[in-house]
């Protein structure tokens, strides 16, 4: 199946027509009617927006072999995808890392962009362990009384 096919079946999935999958996605609906023609294909970053959107992805958009797993399996890890590194909660690590490897692979951003994910990346992962370290002492403090 190609980009324009997957677009407009993972739309219909959806049950959103071109103007909702639009907003939701942040694209005008002029873009999303040429996507769904195959007149156009979107840059990365749009790319992104979209199968955030059509909550499919990337890579199920970006190569038309790649298929969508079953619904029942999609957040179970298959054998071809865990590496061991699951977590507690099922998320696959090798997989999250996977899914994110393109991104700095391909040429799909350039070096000065990367830099700035890692940095949001970082930052966002600091600021989670000091809420964390936050909270526990809080509860800590709160158990002592």
């Not at 027509?17 to 195959?38: C, P, V």
């Not at 979107?42 to 990337?58: D, G, I, M, N, S």
């Not at 399996?73 to 393109?102: C, F, H, T, Y």
Request: with cysteine.
């Amino acid at each position: 199946m190609n980009f324009s096919e997957k677009v407009r079946d993972s739309r219909a999935r959806l049950g959103l027509n071109q103007k909702e999958l639009a907003t939701k996605a942040g694209i005008s609906i002029r873009m999303i009617a040429a996507y769904e023609k195959g007149s156009s294909f979107p840059q990365a970053a749009r790319l992104y927006k979209l199968a955030e959107a059509l909550e499919v992805p990337v890579e199920y958009l970006r190569n038309d072999d790649a298929q969508l797993e079953p619904p029942e399996e999609k957040n179970k890890p298959s054998r071809r995808q865990s590496s061991g590194n699951v977590l507690e909660n099922g998320m696959d690590l090798e997989k999250m890392l996977d899914d994110n490897r393109a991104l700095f692979a391909g040429g799909m951003i350039d070096d000065e962009a990367k830099d700035m994910y890692f940095q949001a990346l970082m930052r966002a992962y600091l600021e989670c362990k000091d809420a964390a370290k936050l909270r526990d002492a809080l509860n800590h403090s709160l158990n002592r009384d």
